[in-house]
């Protein structure tokens, strides 16, 4: 009796097996990149997920910002220097030969480490760039020997021409009366020098390029900003005695370095 049943329960699993069988090889195999029907009806009910592209509607636009002409008038960027004779590249004895007799001193000089005057000179531009505050405190400077007062373009060490002459600002000697030079700048103070260019003396020490060696002067106080952010703007006193190479120098720096 036992025999039998073994005997049944092995043919009933065989002929399941071959039933089984038979069932996936009639049921087809997608080919690569085909979707079923049912994983196509799956698909197709699923919820879609959003991409990176979409904007969820929770996300607003952010308020306009708040802006103000006005301040265009306000001090932005501020520049600053400390005029000393040991910033002068060279000795006023050692002018050159060819300098003409209006750039050469016309009362005995002394040597840089021979003289006691400094300075502090600031420069605090406007955030629209329309104009540029300058002050200047000078000591043991006599307002009488000053006879020249620039703002040149050139890199430390070296000679460059005039952006600013402060001669067209008004009477030096009066400003300075007090030791505290102080004027206002704006786009016509550089103009003006630019129509001084007379001559061959003229065209080389008058007007400073925007980009050293290419054509294209600084017409602006946006471009006289711009030359001081590159490091290349500094005061030159001139005085009856130190007149060529100038009796104070200030390279122009940032304020805080």
């Known amino acids: 009796m036992i025999k039998r049943l073994f005997i049944t329960a092995f043919l009933l699993s065989g002929i399941c097996l071959a039933a089984c069988r038979q069932q996936e090889s009639a049921t087809p195999i997608p080919a690569p990149g085909q979707v079923t029907a049912t ?22 636009a952010p308020e306009p910002a708040t802006l103000n002409p006005a301040q265009g008038q306000e001090i932005g960027s501020v520049f600053q220097a400390f005029l000393s004779p040991h910033q002068e590249p060279g000795e006023e004895k050692d002018t050159p030969a060819l300098i003409p007799q209006q750039f050469r001193s016309t009362e005995p000089s002394l040597l840089r480490s021979e003289r006691l005057s400094h300075g502090h000179g600031m420069l605090r531009f406007t955030h629209d760039l329309s104009k540029v505050y300058v002050d200047v405190q000078l000591e043991n400077v006599n307002p009488e020997d000053v006879i020249m007062f620039h703002i040149h373009c050139g890199k430390p060490d070296q000679l460059g021409p005039i952006l600013i002459d402060f001669a067209h600002a008004g009477d030096m000697q009066e400003n300075l009366a007090d030791g505290l030079f102080s004027v206002v700048l704006t786009n016509e103070d550089i103009e003006m020098v630019l129509a001084s260019q007379h001559g061959l003396i003229g065209g080389y020490t008058l007007g400073c390029p925007i980009v050293p060696g290419v054509p294209g002067e600084v017409k602006t106080i946006a471009g006289m900003e711009h030359i001081a952010r590159q490091g290349e703007l500094y005061f030159n006193l001139h005085t009856r005695a130190q007149t060529y190479f100038g009796d104070i120098r200030g390279q122009v720096r940032p304020v805080g370095e």
Do not use: C, I, K, Y
């Open 39 to 60: 994983s196509s009806a799956l698909n197709a009910n699923a919820t879609p997920h959003a991409t990176a592209h979409q904007n969820p509607a929770s996300v607003t």
